[in-house]
C-alpha cells in the first residue's frame, strides 16, 4: 500500500471516530455538502445544494481560509482550485476544476474513475462539452482528496485570506455557476482547465485584496502546456462581467431564508 492510500485511510478512520464519538450530532447539512464518503458532484448541483433554506445557514457560517492553484505532479498538465474551509473548529478541503464530458452539467454522480476526469488535453482542437465539478473528500480530509484524484497538485499560488476578511462556502457557491456559465464548451486552446482555474481564482484576488499570495513551485508554469501555447488568463470583459453577476448573486443568495427562519415565520 502505498503511502498516500495508507495516510488518507488513516485521516477518514480517525475523522470516522470522532465523528461516531462526538456528544453533539452534526449539522445535517454537513452530510450533504461535506460528507463522509469522498464524493464528485458537478458545480450546478453541489452550489444549489449550498444555498437552499436546508443548506444555506449552515455555507453561511463555513469559511474559506485560503484559496490554492494547484498543477498536477503525475505527468499531465491539469490545473486545479482548491479551498481550505473552516467549518466550526474542523478544517475541510474543497477541490474544484474543469475537465472534458464527464456527464455534463445537469447529472449529479459519483466518479468511479478520478484519473479519467482529469485527462490531458485532447488531441482535437475541436470544441466539446466542459466538465466542471467539485470533489469533496471524506470529511473534509486533504489525504482523502488527493487520494481520489491519484495525484499530489504541485501549488501554483495560496491566497491567504485576511481574518477580517470572511468569505464562506455560500459565497462560493455563488461564484462558480458563473463561471461554469462562461465556458459550457471545452476547448483546448480557448476555454480549459487553465481557463476555468483562472476565472475562478482572479475575481477572489481582486475581491478580497487585503490577502497574503505566496507563489509555488508551479507559479511560473500556470497556463502552460508542454505542447501547445496555451493562453492562461481571462479576458479584462470576461473577468468585469464575472465580478458583476457575482455580486448580484451573493446579494440573492443572502435573502435566502434558513429552515429555521422559515419555521419561525411558521410558528408566528
Given at each position: 500500500?502505498?503511502?498516500?492510500?495508507?495516510?488518507?485511510?488513516?485521516?477518514?478512520?480517525?475523522?470516522?471516530?470522532?465523528?461516531?464519538?462526538?456528544?453533539?450530532?452534526?449539522?445535517?447539512?454537513?452530510?450533504?455538502?461535506?460528507?463522509?464518503?469522498?464524493?464528485?458532484?458537478?458545480?450546478?448541483t453541489w452550489c444549489g445544494n449550498a444555498v437552499?433554506?436546508?443548506?444555506?445557514?449552515?455555507?453561511?457560517?463555513?469559511?474559506?481560509?485560503?484559496?490554492?492553484?494547484?498543477?498536477?505532479?503525475?505527468?499531465?498538465?491539469?490545473?486545479?482550485?482548491?479551498?481550505?474551509?473552516?467549518?466550526?473548529?474542523?478544517?475541510?478541503?474543497?477541490?474544484?476544476?474543469?475537465?472534458?464530458?464527464?456527464?455534463?452539467?445537469?447529472?449529479?454522480?459519483?466518479?468511479?474513475?478520478?484519473?479519467?476526469?482529469?485527462?490531458?488535453?485532447?488531441?482535437s482542437l475541436s470544441s466539446t462539452d466542459a466538465?466542471?465539478?467539485?470533489?469533496?473528500?471524506?470529511?473534509?480530509?486533504?489525504?482523502?482528496?488527493?487520494?481520489?484524484?491519484?495525484?499530489?497538485?504541485?501549488?501554483?499560488?495560496?491566497?491567504?485570506?485576511?481574518?477580517?476578511?470572511?468569505?464562506?462556502?455560500?459565497?462560493?457557491?455563488?461564484?462558480?455557476?458563473?463561471?461554469?456559465?462562461?465556458?459550457?464548451?471545452?476547448?483546448?486552446?480557448?476555454?480549459?482547465?487553465?481557463?476555468?482555474?483562472?476565472?475562478?481564482?482572479?475575481?477572489?484576488?481582486?475581491?478580497?485584496?487585503?490577502?497574503?499570495?505566496?507563489?509555488?513551485?508551479?507559479?511560473?508554469?500556470?497556463?502552460?502546456?508542454?505542447?501547445?501555447?496555451?493562453?492562461?488568463?481571462?479576458?479584462?470583459?470576461?473577468?468585469?462581467?464575472?465580478?458583476?453577476?457575482?455580486?448580484?448573486?451573493?446579494?440573492?443568495i443572502s435573502k435566502v431564508e434558513t429552515i429555521?427562519?422559515?419555521?419561525?415565520?411558521?410558528?408566528?
Amino acid at each position: 500500500m502505498s503511502f498516500l492510500r495508507l495516510r488518507a485511510r488513516l485521516a477518514v478512520i480517525f475523522a470516522r471516530l470522532q465523528y461516531l464519538m462526538s456528544s453533539h450530532p452534526p449539522n445535517p447539512s454537513i452530510l450533504t455538502l461535506l460528507p463522509d464518503a469522498t464524493q464528485s458532484d458537478t458545480v450546478r448541483t453541489w452550489c444549489g445544494n449550498a444555498v437552499v433554506a436546508e443548506n444555506v445557514g449552515y455555507a453561511r457560517t463555513a469559511r474559506v481560509l485560503s484559496v490554492v492553484h494547484s498543477r498536477s505532479k503525475n505527468g499531465k498538465n491539469h490545473e486545479d482550485i482548491v479551498f481550505q474551509v473552516r467549518v466550526g473548529d474542523e478544517t475541510s478541503w474543497i477541490l474544484t476544476d474543469q475537465s472534458v464530458g464527464g456527464g455534463g452539467d445537469s447529472t449529479s454522480s459519483l466518479l468511479p474513475s478520478p484519473t479519467a476526469s482529469r485527462s490531458d488535453l485532447a488531441p482535437s482542437l475541436s470544441s466539446t462539452d466542459a466538465f466542471d465539478r467539485i470533489v469533496v473528500p471524506a470529511f473534509g480530509k486533504l489525504p482523502a482528496l488527493k487520494l481520489y484524484i491519484d495525484d499530489d497538485p504541485v501549488v501554483a499560488c495560496t491566497l491567504n485570506l485576511h481574518p477580517d476578511a470572511f468569505f464562506s462556502l455560500a459565497d462560493l457557491a455563488g461564484l462558480l455557476p458563473i463561471v461554469n456559465a462562461k465556458a459550457r464548451k471545452y476547448n483546448p486552446v480557448s476555454k480549459q482547465c487553465y481557463w476555468y482555474a483562472w476565472a475562478v481564482y482572479e475575481p477572489i484576488n481582486r475581491k478580497y485584496p487585503d490577502h497574503e499570495e505566496i507563489m509555488g513551485k508551479a507559479y511560473t508554469l500556470r497556463g502552460t502546456h508542454f505542447k501547445l501555447p496555451v493562453p492562461c488568463k481571462v479576458s479584462k470583459d470576461e473577468l468585469e462581467s464575472i465580478e458583476v453577476q457575482w455580486f448580484a448573486r451573493t446579494l440573492e443568495i443572502s435573502k435566502v431564508e434558513t429552515i429555521s427562519q422559515v419555521n419561525s415565520s411558521i410558528l408566528d
